[in-house]
């Protein structure tokens, strides 16, 4: 079951009505486990056992650990959930991926889906136990944390200090919850359903990005750049959304998940993307994978390396093969060149102001907006090879004149960016406003935005989607 | 000491309550009254009130103005009959091409489209005056040579055999894309083996494999996994209930269709786009077309399936959104291609004089009084009919001669 299927939201007011009346903690958590599981098995009972599993094995790690913090235990716990990625995540992969060496077929490994996710959240667990921070568990809470519906399949990567408390909660959802909630689950719905399956399909078949990355193999320079920035766009709604729906689909129950998405192609720097793109993701990295890395050895160079080391296992995460390796390690490289960068700035001139200028800001927003679309050409190219030759189609000045995409490609795009931009915009000047009368115009006039929302969701819902984040 | 506002809770019940049953009402009105009030014809909507996409039970009612007789009216209905049932015996004749195939501009009685008097020219050439073919309609709006591959790999698997003989229109304008729209991806999913193996037999045309992976459903996503019967069951069961008690569900697709019309109505007043702006055919999915029918004649030759291909006439105006160049290339690749793969190949491209061509109506959206490229009259496909029956008529006999024979 997806998460912006019709059957979905139903089941989820079904379990809305019925949670709703709980009163006792205890079998609200028994309730949202049996629906987590229910809901996890749709997509196969065999997932869901490995799940079980991993469950258990994690649960009595961390009774171990709890016990007695030691590193030998903890590097026990990290193997056994290395070993689980490794089975069923890279095992199956690497037999149809582009790190294609095992001599043996993977067709016979199954791949849970989100099995990246729960196990980084495992992971943490451990982490946190090894940091002797108070956590103390019951199985089924654990056994939520870990199957918790809205989490299981994509994220966002929760961590178990911050789901505790509000699984032990008493008190019911407020009206707060549910009305935030419902918007989320709306404003995601639109940006899933509407806008990334309009960039992926094109408003016509075959003038989206989905036929500009796969039929094509000759892009001239513009070809490349407005894919990366459409592509770019289409992850954006389609992961965005998919968190909108399932952090509103945890609100109704009251329940506050971590935010994945900030606004990330408004960031200035490179360094300030990763602070706003898949942010629970990323803030699991830093925590758990670079600060432990880079405070082993003092030297500077070492602290870059760590990044580097970072980012690459970061794109690796998202799948064994050389596109995605590729992606992070661009990353890596931009975030080390940033460091540098601001380094020097810093050394040759301590005086700066730390405040641009406008034109300064637009020029740097310019140039991290374009670096950044440019490295989901390794993101969505399906080898290395195809990465590496739309990489260099897009510095290729000679051929510049040559496209080969459809002007309404071009057109469809420039339209979405232009569209969101003008929407965020108008969206802070609004914020920004505080006028009571301002804000009962909006109040009144609500309704007709939310009902035109809703209209877009319901009259593309027929249109075959997918979720990309699924294949992590 | 605060003074208490005794209805302000009320009140603000009220305020909270409007915003989702305002938005309800809105979306349950608005929505329905759109989907009830504007129907949208997704065919015919960004063409005119002037053309005519051929529907069975126009040839019997036109019959006596066509000049055919009533068991010819029949054959005619029955070649534009979807599903068409099959004695397993008569040969069947796929007809293929993209919408100019299937319509007719300024529709007067007894106009029919050419696969009809196909059907018919082709029976009075038999003994007895009974059918000499099955003739199938298999044209699409826009049918790309992806398309093409695919249409044909399901006629030719089917049990039984809906192909033995293809005829192709090759419309220079489709060779600008090679997408396969959803419908027909889906329909094909039980033909993906097939095509898989046909891919692996070709390993000297890539750009075809290219075209025909990427058209596999959600190509480099794990979709796979996403494919839950029970899940997937019972969405089917909840979509279908909205369908049927709500016209807002029911026309989803239309009104997509719709609001896409109208960006492109938008498109071309803003960009000042017309019929006759040109419509360069760009190298890579020229070349990608030429691979997916040089595929699709290997195929139907390891089938023993007969093919002949004829390039579709174009208006001979100008300005004319066909570049000279491009359709000197295509007049030159076409005939080279079919005799490497043993089919039979007919430049159309003149055959149909200016006056058989119409304009759209002067009221038309986005089209007002400007010269339709694409269909042509009942006259032009009468005569692309006759010249068919010329050139190949004395083929078509054998080849349904030999195939009975074989049969019987």
């Known amino acids: ?472 | 000491m605060t003074t208490t506002d005794p209805i302000a809770p009320a009140r603000s019940r009220l305020a909270r309550l409007y915003p989702p049953f305002a938005t309800l009402i809105l979306v349950l009105v608005v929505g329905n009254l759109w989907a009830t009030r504007y129907r949208f014809n997704a065919l015919t909507a960004a063409q005119n009130e002037r053309l005519r996409f051929t529907q069975g039970g126009d040839a019997q009612r036109d019959a006596s103005t066509a000049g055919i007789t009533l068991a010819e009216a029949k054959m005619a209905e029955q070649a534009v009959t979807q599903n068409r049932i099959t004695d397993g015996v008569r040969p069947q004749l796929m007809f293929t091409g993209n919408s100019q195939a299937l319509a007719i501009m300024d529709h007067k009685d007894g106009d029919m489209i050419t696969p009809q008097w196909l059907e018919i020219l082709l029976a009075r050439k038999s003994p007895d005056a009974s059918p000499l073919y099955d003739v199938r309609l298999c044209a699409l709006p826009n049918l790309t040579e992806t398309e093409l591959v695919i249409e044909l790999i399901g006629a030719a698997e089917h049990q039984p055999r809906q192909v033995d003989v293809l005829l192709s229109g090759c419309v220079l304008e489709e060779f600008r894309g090679i997408s396969v729209r959803d419908e027909l991806m889906n329909g094909a999913t039980p033909l993906w083996p097939s095509i898989d193996a046909l891919v692996k037999a070709n390993p000297d045309l890539p750009e075809a494999a290219q075209a025909l992976k990427s058209a596999q459903p959600a190509a480099g996503t794990s979709v796979n996994q996403m494919h839950v019967p029970l899940a997937a069951r019972f969405d089917d069961r909840v979509n279908a209930a909205l369908d049927r008690r709500l016209p807002l569900f029911a026309e989803r697709a239309k009104m997509q269709a719709q609001i896409s019309f109208w960006y492109y109505d938008l498109r071309n007043r803003a960009l000042r786009i017309t019929t006759a702006t040109a419509r360069p055919v760009p190298q890579q999915p020229y070349q990608a077309s030429l691979e997916l029918l040089e595929m699709t004649l290997r195929y139907a030759r390891s089938k023993n399936i007969h093919v002949v291909l004829y390039l579709a006439p174009i208006r001979p105006v100008k300005p004319n959104p066909n570049l000279p160049q491009d359709v000197e290339r295509f007049r030159k690749d076409m005939p080279s291609l079919a005799a490497r793969c043993g089919a039979l190949c007919l430049d159309y491209t003149d055959l149909v004089p200016e006056q058989l061509w119409t304009n759209y109506p002067d009221d038309a959206a986005g089209t007002q009084g400007q010269r339709d490229f694409a269909h042509f009259t009942g006259a032009a496909h009468k005569l692309l009919a006759d010249r068919l029956m010329v050139d190949v008529g004395p083929q078509l006999q054998n080849w349904a001669r030999e195939i009975k024979a074989a049969r019987q």
């Not at chain 1, 661009?330 to 730390?354: D, F």
């Not at chain 1, 200028?357 to 907006?369: D, G, N, P, Q, V």
């Open chain 1, 1 to 472: 079951m997806t998460v912006y299927s019709v059957s979905y939201l139903l089941c989820l007011a079904g379990l809305w009505l019925l949670i709703m009346p709980m009163r006792s903690a205890i079998v609200r958590q028994c309730v949202l486990l049996a629906a987590s599981y229910v809901f996890y098995a749709t997509h196969g009972l065999d997932f869901l056992a490995v799940l079980i599993a991993s469950t258990v094995v994690n649960y009595l790690m961390g009774r171990l650990l709890r016990k007695s913090p030691t590193i030998g235990l903890l590097w026990i716990g990290i193997a056994l959930n290395v070993l689980i990625l490794a089975l069923f995540k890279y095992l199956p992969e690497a037999g149809h991926g582009a790190l294609a060496w095992p001599p043996y077929s993977a067709r016979w490994f199954i791949r849970p889906i989100g099995v990246s996710f729960w196990t980084f959240q495992a992971l943490s667990y451990l982490f946190d136990l090894y940091r002797e921070e108070e956590l103390d568990p019951t199985p089924i809470e654990f056994a939520l944390y870990m199957s918790f519906w809205p989490t299981v399949l994509s994220g966002p990567v929760c961590r178990l200090p911050e789901m505790l408390p509000q699984f032990r909660q008493a008190p019911g959802p407020t009206w707060d919850d549910v009305s935030r909630g419902t918007w989320r689950i709306t404003i995601g719905l639109f940006m899933k359903i509407v806008m990334a399956g309009v960039l992926d399909q094109g408003i016509m078949p075959g003038e989206g990005v989905r036929s500009g990355f796969d039929l094509y193999d000759a892009w001239g320079p513009l070809d490349v750049w407005m894919l990366a920035v459409g592509y770019g766009m289409q992850l954006y709604f389609d992961f965005a959304g998919y968190s909108h729906i399932v952090i509103g689909s945890a609100r109704l129950f009251g329940i506050e998940l971590l935010e994945n998405f900030d606004r990330p192609y408004f960031s200035l720097t490179v360094s300030q993307f990763w602070t706003r793109w898949h942010m629970s993701l990323s803030f699991w990295i830093r925590d758990y994978l670079f600060l432990p890395l880079a405070t082993l050895f003092r030297p500077m160079w070492w602290r870059n390396a760590a990044l580097l080391l970072s980012m690459t296992l970061f794109g690796f995460w998202h799948g064994a093969t050389w596109p995605f390796v590729l992606w992070g390690a661009y990353h890596g490289v931009l975030l080390v060149g940033h460091r540098l960068i601001q380094q020097t700035r810093r050394r040759m001139n301590p005086e700066r102001s730390n405040n641009p200028h406008s034109l300064e800001r637009f020029i740097t927003w310019a140039f991290t907006f374009a670096l950044i679309c440019l490295g989901w050409v390794f993101f969505r190219s399906h080898s290395a090879h195809q990465a590496i030759t739309m990489f260099a189609s897009a510095f290729d000045l000679t051929h510049f004149r040559t496209h080969v995409l459809r002007p309404n490609f071009y057109l469809m795009t420039a339209g979405v960016l232009l569209g969101y931009f003008v929407f965020s915009g108008i969206r802070v000047l609004i914020e920004r406003a505080d006028a009571p009368g301002m804000r009962r115009l909006l109040w009144l006039m609500s309704p007709a935005y939310y009902a035109a929302t809703v209209l877009l969701i319901i009259v593309w819902s027929k249109q075959e989607t997918v979720f990309v984040y699924f294949q992590f």
